[in-house]
């Protein structure tokens, strides 16, 4: 299987994760390609850590396939020097990424018009590559909402019309900029977001969504169980949201899975810290689309074949774990998911 949203952690994190270990876990889980994500510390926008973060995982030693996005900031220069490097280190630098708000690493670029000059350098670059985008428009956060001892307030404080709002601006500025490239919405949460991803997608535009486990199986209540630590951005929804994004994933309308696998320690986890392991999670989902007859050919899309597609990836097959107690003699019909979406997707 393929995850391409993980943040491995090391260097100055390494009491939360090393890369030998990430890596490790994920072997074991079954996911044997990987994109790492920027908000590293040091962060991965320069050309010295981003070549030290590729050497460092190739020493490694494993059979994963490791890939990285650079981190965009908002000077032309830097901008530049991502997009060379792309080119220059086009099998492991998969693509760039964009904070378009704060998140765990103060990467933010939360500013309109930053955002806006950030594609209008990478069009006058000619870059054609995939942009990956976490949307969460700061202007519409409401921290106030936040309960430190109530993580379920996290949703209140980051609600899904921020995510909404980032979303259609980075498909509006991108577009008035003359991007030519592809975007792709990170952990999408809400289907509010998704129709909008799916319209720009009907204009022709290059875009792709994808989901977490996380949002796909747990909702904002679970997230008032202290010790689930289930507080990430963006956060978890509604029970209803949390549904209907299940049942668009089962209908073919969201391009893959991610699991936005983010550790952190106890202490930075009570001290309020964003982000869970999501190994785990993801086999959690395995099995979850596996128990409600998901056809193996629309899990093989999701858990790597259309990320080969997108990212121009060598074609091999994606092997899904298989689950002891579960019928799958059903699964490997090509037919569509038999069950109606909700009324809230149509």
């Excluded at 996911?31 to 790492?36: K, R, S």
Aim: charged share 25%.
């Amino acid at each position: 299987m393929i995850d391409a949203h993980v943040h491995l952690r090391d260097w100055g994190q390494s009491e939360k994760e090393t890369l030998l270990h990430g890596m490790s876990v994920a072997l074991h889980s079954g996911v044997d390609e990987l994109f790492d994500m920027p908000n590293t510390s040091p962060p991965l926008t320069d050309r010295a850590s981003i070549e030290k973060r590729i050497s460092d995982a190739k020493r490694c030693g494993l059979p994963v396939r490791y890939h990285l996005y650079a981190g965009v900031t908002s000077e032309a220069k830097q901008i530049e020097q991502m997009v060379a490097l792309s080119r220059e280190y086009s099998r492991e630098v998969i693509g760039l990424k964009m904070f378009a708000g704060h998140s765990t690493g103060q990467m933010g670029l939360i500013e309109g018009e930053t955002q806006r000059e950030v594609y209008r350098t990478l069009a006058a670059l000619g870059y054609e590559g995939v942009i990956a985008l976490h949307c969460e428009k700061e202007s519409l956060l409401l921290p106030e909402l936040e309960d430190a001892s109530d993580y379920s307030s996290h949703s209140l404080a980051r609600p899904v019309e921020a995510e909404a709002a980032s979303v259609a601006d980075q498909i509006k500025y991108s577009e008035e900029a003359g991007f030519k490239g592809h975007l792709h919405i990170c952990h999408l949460s809400s289907v509010s977001s998704l129709i909008l991803v799916e319209e720009a997608r009907k204009k022709g535009r290059r875009i792709s969504c994808a989901a977490t486990p996380h949002h796909l199986l747990l909702n904002s209540e679970n997230a008032s169980d202290h010790f689930l630590y289930a507080k990430m951005n963006p956060p978890l929804r509604s029970e209803a949201e949390r549904e209907a994004l299940f049942s668009a994933l089962l209908a073919g309308r969201i391009d893959w899975i991610e699991t936005d696998h983010a550790p952190h320690t106890l202490a930075d986890k009570e001290g309020g810290a964003s982000g869970i392991p999501g190994f785990s999670g993801l086999l959690l989902l395995v099995k979850r689309l596996y128990e409600v007859g998901c056809p193996l050919p629309l899990m093989r899309s999701l858990l790597g074949e259309r990320v080969q597609q997108v990212f121009g990836l060598e074609e091999r097959e994606v092997f899904i774990p298989p689950f002891d107690g579960l019928d799958q003699s059903s699964l490997f019909s090509a037919k569509a998911y038999p069950f109606d979406s909700f009324s809230i997707l149509r």
